[in-house]
C-alpha cells in the first residue's frame, strides 16, 4: 500500500499571512499518462470533505485562486497565499493512483 | 443540484450486519464511479471502497476485504454498503463520494454528509 505522510500536522496561522502543507508518498504517483494521481482535500468544522485540488496542481470548481498545489512524484504542497478565517480545518491529501486508496494523516489549521 | 444521501447507520452488537445506502441526484449516476470513505471519531480520512459506473469492477481496503460488499443499482440512483462481521474498530461516520473524471478516478468531487455506524455491545 502506497502511505502518505503529511507535516505539519498543526498549523497556526495569523489571517493575511501564507500557509503550506507538504506531502509525501511512499510511492511515486506519477501515472505513465504524465499526471500525478495527488488530491487535496479540506474538512471544515462540522462538515463533509470537499475537494480543493486534483491531479496535484488542478484548482476544484469554485476554489479561491489564493490555493495552489504543486509537486510531483513523491513530494507535494499545498499553499494558501494569503489565510482567511473560512479556511480554518482538517487538510488531507489522498493517493488516487492505486487502490487501496489512502490519506494522509491530515493537518488542522488554524487561526491564530 | 447535485446531491448525495447516505442512510442505514446505527448502533449494532459485534459481529452484526449494517446496510448502508447512498442516493445520488442531480447527475447521471450510471456514468460515474462511487466511493465509500469512512472516519473514526476524531480520526482521520480513510478509504473504504470503491465501485465502477457499471459496478463491474469493485475495490476494497484491506481492513475490509471480506466482510464487507459494494453494489450499486443504477435504475435506483444507489450505491450500497453491505457491511458483515463488524468490530469495535469499524465505529465511524461512513461518507459516499462521486468520481471526478476529467481525468477518470482522478478525485472524488461531491460528498454526503455521512451516515454514522456505531459497533458495541
Known amino acids: 500500500d502506497i502511505v502518505m505522510s503529511q507535516s505539519p500536522l498543526s498549523l497556526p496561522v495569523t489571517p493575511g499571512e501564507p500557509a503550506s502543507i507538504s506531502c509525501r508518498s511512499s510511492q511515486s504517483l506519477l501515472h505513465f499518462n504524465g499526471n500525478n494521481y495527488l488530491g487535496w482535500y479540506l474538512q471544515k468544522p462540522g462538515q463533509s470533505p470537499q475537494l480543493l485540488m486534483y491531479?496535484?496542481?488542478s484548482r476544484a470548481s469554485g476554489v479561491p485562486d489564493r490555493f495552489s498545489g504543486s509537486g510531483s512524484g513523491t513530494d507535494f504542497t499545498l499553499e494558501i497565499s494569503r489565510v482567511e478565517a473560512e479556511d480554518v480545518g482538517v487538510y488531507y491529501c489522498m493517493q488516487v493512483l492505486q487502490t487501496p486508496y489512502t490519506f494522509g494523516q491530515g493537518t488542522k489549521l488554524e487561526i491564530k | 443540484e447535485v446531491h448525495l444521501v447516505e442512510s442505514g447507520g446505527g448502533l449494532v452488537q459485534p459481529g452484526g450486519s449494517l446496510r448502508l445506502s447512498c442516493e445520488a441526484s442531480?447527475?447521471?449516476?450510471?456514468?460515474?464511479?462511487m466511493t465509500w470513505v469512512r472516519q473514526a471519531p476524531g480520526r482521520g480520512l480513510e478509504w473504504v471502497s470503491a465501485i465502477s459506473a457499471s459496478g463491474g469492477g469493485t475495490f476494497y481496503a484491506p481492513s475490509v476485504k471480506g466482510r464487507f460488499t459494494i453494489s450499486r443499482d443504477n435504475s435506483r440512483n444507489t450505491v450500497s454498503l453491505q457491511m458483515n462481521s463488524l468490530r469495535a474498530d469499524d465505529t465511524a461516520m461512513y461518507y459516499c463520494?462521486?468520481?471526478?473524471?476529467?481525468?477518470?478516478?482522478?478525485?472524488?468531487?461531491?460528498w454526503g454528509r455521512g451516515t454514522l455506524v456505531a459497533v458495541s455491545s
Open positions: 491531479l496535484g496542481s
Open positions: 463520494a462521486k468520481e471526478f473524471q476529467s481525468p477518470p478516478w482522478s478525485a472524488f468531487d461531491v
Open positions: 442531480g447527475f447521471s449516476f450510471g456514468t460515474f464511479g
